[in-house]
């Protein structure tokens, strides 16, 4: 598998967790939580876990911070002739969820490591990518690990529509959702989110339909992820919670 298809499937297995909305919901970010998912490709085929989990970091201009890490990892029969491990690392901000650092690592076996690394100037609304530059963001972008977190801030109700630019790999995209109804998963009752994916540009080919279920309880968990991608439908399962 190419590097290029990996990273585009690591995009995936951090699943299109992606948004952007108001009021903020009660809810308050538990440093040592950890959340585990398994990865299924066709709905039945097992491609990978996936652990999300926050700790305390240094705070940052005066404001209280936190470390959202996310670690993807191939599954055990996959890693016989392919092993991979992809590491986002996400620093925000805990009044509004924001990052001003975010990494990305990616370890495929007999290779060196492919490292990116971006930080946010929140006041002049730039975004530097170590070796490529700066770019112009919208004020509020996030990357896709902060973005689900600020997601599970939120309010959600039926009908509210949920837009946030996302940046992934010096691109931003478009997320358009909608809170469509509830629905129980497992033995939690979720709300339903359907969104349209698109990059700024609006490339049909760097496009997707993602369907997210959030409990409706006070700690808003990630439950079910479906992404509909070029290559198949992907669909993360929440199996644990630290």
């Excluded at 290029?4 to 308050?28: E, N, Q, T, V």
């Excluded at 959202?68 to 392919?82: N, Q, V």
């Excluded at 698109?198 to 409706?216: G, L, Q, T, W």
């Amino acid at each position: 598998m190419k590097k290029r298809k990996w990273l585009l499937l690591c995009a995936i297995l951090m699943a299109g967790l992606l948004w952007f909305s108001d009021p903020m919901h009660a809810f308050a970010i538990e440093k040592g939580e950890r959340l585990q998912y398994g990865v299924k490709f066709l709905y039945v085929l097992p491609v990978g876990n996936v652990s999300i989990g926050t700790e305390a970091a240094p705070g940052h201009q005066d404001n209280k911070a936190f470390l959202i890490k996310c670690t993807a990892k191939t599954a055990s029969w996959i890693s016989l002739l392919f092993k991979a491990e992809a590491v986002l690392n996400s620093y925000v901000t805990e009044d509004k969820m924001l990052p001003y650092k975010f990494e990305q690592i990616l370890k495929i076996a007999g290779k060196p490591d492919d490292i990116r690394r971006a930080t946010y100037d929140r006041g002049q609304n730039i975004m530097e990518a170590e070796g490529k530059g700066k770019k112009k963001v919208p004020a509020d972008v996030r990357d896709p690990i902060s973005a689900m977190y600020y997601l599970r801030a939120q309010d959600l109700k039926e009908g509210a529509e949920i837009k946030q630019v996302v940046n992934s790999n010096q691109s931003n995209y478009i997320f358009d959702s909608r809170v469509t109804g509830k629905k129980k998963v497992g033995k939690f009752n979720c709300w339903i989110v359907d969104a349209k994916v698109r990059r700024e540009n609006k490339s049909m080919y760097h496009s997707m339909d993602v369907v997210f279920y959030i409990s409706d309880d006070v700690r808003h968990l990630p439950v079910l992820i479906k992404a509909n991608t070029k290559v198949g439908p992907v669909t993360l399962t929440l199996k644990g919670v630290q």
